[in-house]
């Protein structure tokens, strides 16, 4: 059964870089099916997909985030990270990491996540 | 602001028929998959509904999924107290290239 752990440190000082990683057990991440994503929910308010990687190091990212994130994949370790650069408080939030299953089925895109990790709270705080 | 819009607040009593909405737009429903999350308090969110109407295995036939145009509902009948969760839309936009969420709503079963 595929599992997603977070892991990080929970304090960060604003204007700092945000890292955290994700290791992926019960299956590889190499697997040539399956990107591997980052989503964050801010308290008290809604899901934001950041980005994702393949196992190959391609990335793609949430335009309005872009700037500020770098996605990195480790194969040999079965982990992929998140650096997040110049954070804010607007930055607080709950960091998921999940698989990201993605399909084209005539011309019509599908993305969804599943499973996800339990999730890591990262607050922005001096 | 989220990009998909959905009800802030549902409820409904248990044994009763209740409906969440999810609106966009021509570049993210109307032209991609719809899926449906459900995060229980204090949970990481799971997935419910892919593909616009299909369940993942697990899922109870209580919850159904449908799409028309550029609006997508999620239905769950029978309600339970344990359905008493937030539920997300999601789609691909294909404007923005990026996946989009909607802002959630939470269900209350009285």
Same mark, same amino acid.
């Given at each position: ?10 304090? !960060? ?10 290791? !992926? ?34 990335? #793609? ?6 700037? $500020?994130?770098?996605?990195? !994949? ?13 954070? /804010?408080?607007?930055? /607080? ?26 999730? /890591? ?6 | 602001?989220?990009?998909? /819009? ?24 109307g032209s991609?998959?719809? #899926? ?13 509904? #892919? $593909? ?9 036939? $209580? ?16 309600? $339970? ?8 839309c999601a ?8 996946? !989009? ?10």
């Amino acid at each position: 059964q595929l599992q997603l752990q977070e892991s990080g440190p929970g304090l !960060v000082k604003p204007s700092e870089t945000l890292s955290l990683t994700c290791t !992926v057990s019960g299956g590889s991440i190499s697997s040539s099916s399956y990107y591997w994503g980052w989503i964050r929910q801010p308290p008290g308010k809604g899901l934001e997909w950041i980005g994702s990687i393949y196992y190959s190091g391609s990335t #793609y990212y949430n335009p309005s985030l872009k700037s $500020r994130v770098t996605i990195s !994949v480790d194969t040999s370790k079965n982990q992929f990270s998140l650096k997040l650069s110049s954070v /804010t408080a607007a930055d /607080t939030a709950v960091y998921y990491c999940a698989r990201h299953i993605w399909v084209v089925v005539a011309a019509t895109r599908g993305d969804w996540f599943d499973p996800w990790g339990q999730g /890591t709270l990262v607050t922005v705080s001096s | 602001q989220s990009v998909l /819009t959905q009800p802030p607040s549902a409820s409904g009593t248990p044994g009763q028929r209740v409906t969440i909405s999810c609106s966009g737009s021509s570049s993210n429903i109307g032209s991609n998959y719809v #899926y449906w999350y459900q995060q229980l308090p204090g949970t990481a969110p799971k997935l419910l509904i #892919y $593909r616009n109407n299909q369940r993942p295995s697990g899922v109870p036939d $209580r919850f159904s999924g449908s799409k028309s145009g550029t609006s997508a509902s999620l239905a769950i009948s029978g309600l $339970r107290s344990e359905d008493e969760a937030d539920y997300y839309c999601a789609a691909w936009d294909d404007s923005l290239s990026a996946v !989009v969420f909607g802002g959630g709503t939470k269900l209350t079963v009285l």
